[in-house]
């Protein structure tokens, strides 16, 4: 929202929480197919000006008339759009040590010339922080294609995770462009779409450190798209040549470490012969996740409460 001062970070950043809130409610059936996710305009808009100017917000460059409110209203539009990382800024690092540096000896977070008593920004930088506590399950890997037709996909399924074991899940979107170092706040990577994924041999050679480094892969097939079939099939086939990506049979602990799925849905591994390194499927979980078909399909949310726990 423009006044006279100019734009805000808690008003674009409150405006697009709530255009993506209005995108997921409005557009649910539309992400049943695979689009593509072709964002609104205003949301596209709202999201280019904070990936350019948080950077400046959050190291305190840009003013803002409140800035615990701003942090707050930072993070529900990253919560709502599952971004770690608006442009190359890292919101909730550099929002922490941003807020950090303005809380007093009482525990207060006093910021000069912002509500002379301070609970209110105190109120606020302890919503932000408390994000902080909560262990991210997946990384989205964003890459080259379709991969974001479910944009809810993820946020449905922790949902449903953090209920089954009463412990708050979270979930976020990691670029490929990022350092691998950056990808190991989550033990599962996960990709998924219709269309062929396009890797370089630098792309590939960066998933393949972060398997070498302890993480695991998970990929679905989306509407059937033979494209990303195939194309998935020959990533696993470069990534671990000395490996195939085999199915597994109704014993493996995929079907009953936690919930009995008698081999349900069809499961495929590469396994080294001590851990999995890629988990893959074509059966689209990823759409019934995003409708949050939790009851008609409810071996859909069971098979990764399996895959939480062998992980």
């Excluded at 379709?146 to 995770?161: F, I």
Aim: glycine letters at 8%.
């Amino acid at each position: 929202k423009r006044r006279q001062q100019g734009s805000s970070a808690s008003m674009t950043a409150g405006g697009v929480a709530t255009l993506m809130v209005c995108n997921d409610v409005l557009n649910a059936q539309v992400f049943s197919r695979c689009s593509g996710n072709k964002l609104s305009p205003n949301i596209r808009g709202g999201l280019a000006w904070l990936e350019k100017h948080l950077g400046a917000v959050l190291a305190g460059k840009k003013s803002e008339r409140s800035f615990g409110y701003s942090l707050y209203a930072i993070e529900r539009a990253a919560l709502a759009s599952g971004y770690k990382y608006f442009g190359t800024t890292d919101w909730y690092r550099a929002g922490t040590a941003r807020a950090l540096k303005f809380q007093t000896s009482s525990g207060a977070f006093v910021i000069p010339g912002q509500f002379k008593d301070p609970i209110v920004n105190t109120c606020f930088c302890l919503l932000f922080l408390a994000r902080g506590r909560n262990p991210v399950l997946f990384n989205k890997l964003e890459f080259e294609g379709d991969w974001n037709n479910r944009p809810r996909d993820l946020a449905n399924l922790t949902r449903y995770l953090s209920h089954t074991f009463e412990r708050t899940l979270n979930w976020q979107v990691i670029p490929l462009k990022t350092p691998v170092r950056e990808w190991h706040d989550a033990p599962i990577l996960y990709l998924s779409g219709s269309k062929e994924p396009k890797f370089s041999d630098a792309d590939l050679e960066k998933i393949r450190t972060y398997v070498r480094q302890g993480g695991t892969l998970l990929s679905a097939t989306e509407c059937s798209g033979i494209g990303f079939h195939e194309g998935i099939h020959a990533v696993y086939a470069k990534l671990f040549p000395q490996y195939e990506l085999a199915p597994i049979d109704k014993t493996h602990p995929l079907y009953n470490a936690h919930f009995t799925l008698r081999g349900i849905p069809a499961i495929s591994i590469v396994s080294n012969g001590v851990r999995p390194l890629a988990i893959h499927t074509d059966v689209d979980l990823p759409k019934e996740w995003q409708l949050r078909n939790r009851v008609t399909r409810k071996w859909a949310f069971e098979m990764p409460v399996n895959l939480y726990k062998y992980v």
